[in-house]
T-cell receptor, first 114, second 119 residues
Framework: AQKVTQAQTEISVVEKEDVTLDCVYE???????LFWYKQPPSGELVFLIR????DEQNEISGRYSWNFQKSTSSFNFTITASQVVDSAVYFCALNAGNNRKLIWGLGTSLAVNP | GAVVSQHPSWVICKSGTSVKIECRSL??????MFWYRQFPKQSLMLMATSNEGSKATYEQGVEKDKFLINHASLTLSTLTVTSAHPEDSSFYIC???????????????FGAGTRLSVL
């Protein structure tokens, strides 16, 4: 079975704090893709990153960084020096198999307070 | 690139009427489009997968006669909620992905969503 678990339902931080959003996945496929999407209060989901199962290199994009560890089936997302504009719901998702469907986590609601 | 436009963004209708929602990929060809429904503070629930030129594939429990999906071109898919009732009130979101051998073919790009309120 394929599954994505985002154990943190809600996180609240103060601006400039670092915050890590956890994502744990399950799949029996050897080839798969992991995604992070951001859904701000406006509702539109924004694609942040895609990582395939053969690429365990961590990625950094500005204040965002992602840590992919196959050994623990995790794909965690860290925001450094958080800002109020980072307040949103963040979804982790998995694509495996021969279709393009995404298996979604339940999302983590991040509130960054001034 | 990869812009998806969804209209309308908000619609209020009377019970029993039908509502059509459009999803367009503006700067790429989308061989596959997806329709989701999202309840407040919940995750996305996939309703159906739509491939250009063929019938949509509905997820279990989704009534295909109630939620009509048409994907007539590589840039347009529509969702029609037929004979809408208050329980159909929700946030509907479409996404589109590139086709063929594109290296990004499994990345879904999302529209802004449509908030449907059925009175």
């Amino acid at each position: 079975a394929q599954k994505v678990t985002q154990a943190q339902t809600e996180i609240s931080v103060v601006e400039k704090e670092d915050v890590t959003l956890d994502c744990v996945y399950e799949t029996r496929d050897t080839t798969y893709y992991l995604f992070w999407y951001k859904q701000p209060p406006s509702g539109e989901l924004v694609f942040l990153i895609r990582r395939n199962s053969f690429d365990e290199q961590n990625e950094i994009s500005g204040r965002y960084s992602w840590n992919f560890q196959k050994s623990t089936s995790s794909f965690n997302f860290t925001i450094t020096a958080s800002q109020v504009v980072d307040s949103a719901v963040y979804f982790c998702a998995l694509n495996a198999g021969n279709n393009r469907k995404l298996i979604w986590g339940l999302g983590t609601s991040l509130a960054v307070n001034p | 690139g990869a812009v998806v436009s969804q209209h309308p963004s908000w619609v209020i209708c009377k019970s029993g009427t039908s509502v059509k929602i459009e999803c367009r990929s503006l700067d790429f060809q989308a061989t596959t489009m997806f329709w989701y429904r999202q309840f407040p503070k919940q995750s996305l629930m996939l309703m159906a997968t739509s491939n250009e030129g063929s019938k949509a594939t509905y997820e279990q429990g989704v009534e295909k006669d109630k939620f009509l999906i048409n994907h007539a071109s590589l840039t347009l898919s529509t969702l029609t909620v037929t004979s809408a009732h208050p329980e159909d009130s929700s946030f509907y979101i479409c996404s589109a992905s590139r086709g063929g051998t594109s290296i990004a073919k499994n990345i879904q790009y999302f529209g802004a969503g449509t908030r449907l309120s059925v009175l």
